[in-house]
């Protein structure tokens, strides 16, 4: 949430770019809660208690008894995919589709399997039986156009942050256009306003009706050519945009676009949030290896790193001591560090003030909290502001999650995404360069 009374969600949806903040809606769905869990043999609840190593070796007894046991397999498969294990994701997950034809959820996972490859035509005939037309058509399109995602120029390359807040900017080019202004989000694929859009001469292959409550739009689905970003290039990204005559935000200018995770996940990336700049990095073996020996010298732990939901990030945290449990990395949470549910919140002893309510994109109510520690392994921050409410992702996930850590939290940080071997890290300002 913005202080001033627009939150990010709303600020990127009125200036047409809510849906590549989340692009498969609902954008926030509200949590199911996180009950403790005991000791348990039984795997869906250790799957939904994000005990995911425990769940798998569960699923794969239920497989040993019974080799037709759909569910079994397609959790075998959302499993591996959470750690990018592909082709385990793509054996049990085809497994399981052979098994139970009528399974969506499942065919989505498949195709998010191909998607994170950029295998993207194999992925449009599931999209299209999932009942996601406007996607499948757009994966289509980009596949018809070329490599998705091909890279062009250095190896590695740093972007000045623009400004931090309300989220962090810096400046981009779109189809070889005059670069403008790009907000970075990890709740982000990538998106851009209409304007941007129609400037650069980016067509629409399919559109949907989609938004959140109160807040519905027609958004389009295409591809964007070229998208240049320091010294690096990137070409044939799949991009979606707001109908033009969508409402601003009054007294902002909003952005050229926004982008997060599925342009992240191509690259070693780190936010650098404490030295003011975005390094993207070719994923290869030997720049991996310079970073995690810097990471090494400067004392920096690796934590685990999940994907889930098809961008957004998930670790390990705690609050107030109460953990560590799963919880996702969603950095677009203008003015706010740490959002969690009024379960969570009570289970880990944070005080809610619910004499003063706020209202998130006008319609959920949620309240403010403080927590006295919010912790991602040995990055720790103090009473930074915070919302409890029903926002969490656990419905879209399947699992549950302590908490949704976000902007605030990480301003003295770099955190470092390593999607190769799903580490995530969290560099402190004296070692930021080590991220």
């Given at each position: ?32 809660g ?5 000791p ?21 007894r ?8 759909a ?9 591996a ?11 049990f997950?085809?497994?399981a589709?052979?098994l ?11 195709a998010d399997c ?5 295998r993207?035509a ?18 289509a399109?980009?596949?018809?156009a ?9 190896q590695?390359t ?24 790009f ?6 694929t990538?998106?851009v306003?209409?304007e ?12 949907m ?14 591809v ?23 409402p ?16 992240f996940y191509?690259?070693?990336t ?7 700049a ?24 690796p934590?685990?790193?999940w994907?889930?939901?098809d961008?957004?990030?998930?670790t ?18 203008s ?9 969570n919140a009570k289970?880990?002893?944070v005080?809610?003030?619910y004499?003063?309510p ?18 991602l ?15 969490l992702?656990d419905?879209r ?33 004296d070692?930021?360069r080590?991220?």
């Amino acid at each position: 949430m913005i202080p001033e009374g627009v939150d990010r969600r709303t600020f990127l949806q009125r200036s047409g770019m809510a849906i590549g903040a989340g692009a498969a809606l609902p954008l926030l769905t509200p949590g199911t809660g996180n009950a403790a869990p005991g000791p348990s043999s039984d795997p869906d609840a250790l799957f939904k208690a994000g005990r995911f190593d425990e769940a798998d070796r569960g699923y794969r007894r239920l497989l040993h008894k019974d080799p037709n046991n759909a569910r079994a397999a397609a959790q075998r498969g959302y499993i591996a995919l959470l750690s990018n294990r592909f082709g385990t994701a793509e054996r049990f997950l085809t497994r399981a589709v052979h098994l139970d034809p009528g399974d969506s959820f499942t065919k989505e996972q498949l195709a998010d399997c191909h998607v994170r490859q950029d295998r993207l035509a194999r992925a449009v005939p599931l999209l299209k039986d999932a009942g996601k037309d406007a996607y499948a058509k757009m994966y289509a399109a980009v596949a018809a156009a070329g490599t998705p995602y091909e890279i062009h120029g250095a190896q590695a390359t740093r972007i000045p942050f623009e400004a931090t807040d309300p989220l962090p900017t810096l400046r981009a080019s779109v189809n070889g256009l005059k670069p403008g202004t790009f907000m970075l989000d990890t709740g982000a694929t990538m998106s851009v306003s209409a304007e941007t859009a129609e400037r650069a001469g980016i067509r629409a292959v399919a559109s949907m009706q989609a938004g959140i409550p109160g807040h519905r739009n027609t958004f389009y689905l295409g591809v964007m050519d070229s998208f240049r970003i320091g010294h690096i290039e990137i070409r044939n990204i799949p991009v979606l945009w707001a109908e033009a005559g969508a409402p601003k935000p009054p007294g902002k200018i909003p952005p050229d676009g926004v982008f997060g995770t599925t342009v992240f996940y191509h690259f070693l990336t780190t936010m650098g949030y404490a030295n003011q700049a975005l390094v993207l990095r070719r994923r290869t073996r030997e720049q991996l290896r310079r970073f995690q020996a810097r990471a090494r010298r400067a004392g920096v732990e690796p934590l685990p790193l999940w994907l889930a939901g098809d961008h957004f990030p998930c670790t390990l945290g705690s609050l107030n001591g109460y953990g560590p449990r799963v919880v996702s990395l969603d950095t677009g949470g203008s003015g706010l560090g740490v959002v969690t549910s009024e379960e969570n919140a009570k289970r880990a002893g944070v005080e809610i003030d619910y004499a003063h309510p706020e209202k998130f994109n006008g319609t959920i109510t949620c309240y403010p909290i403080h927590p006295e520690t919010s912790s991602l392994g040995a990055a720790v921050g103090r009473r930074i502001r915070g919302t409890a409410g029903p926002l969490l992702f656990d419905d879209r996930f399947k699992f549950d999650t302590l908490a949704n850590f976000t902007h605030e939290f990480f301003k003295p940080y770099a955190i470092t995404f390593d999607f190769a071997d799903m580490n995530f890290y969290v560099a402190p300002r004296d070692h930021a360069r080590a991220a």
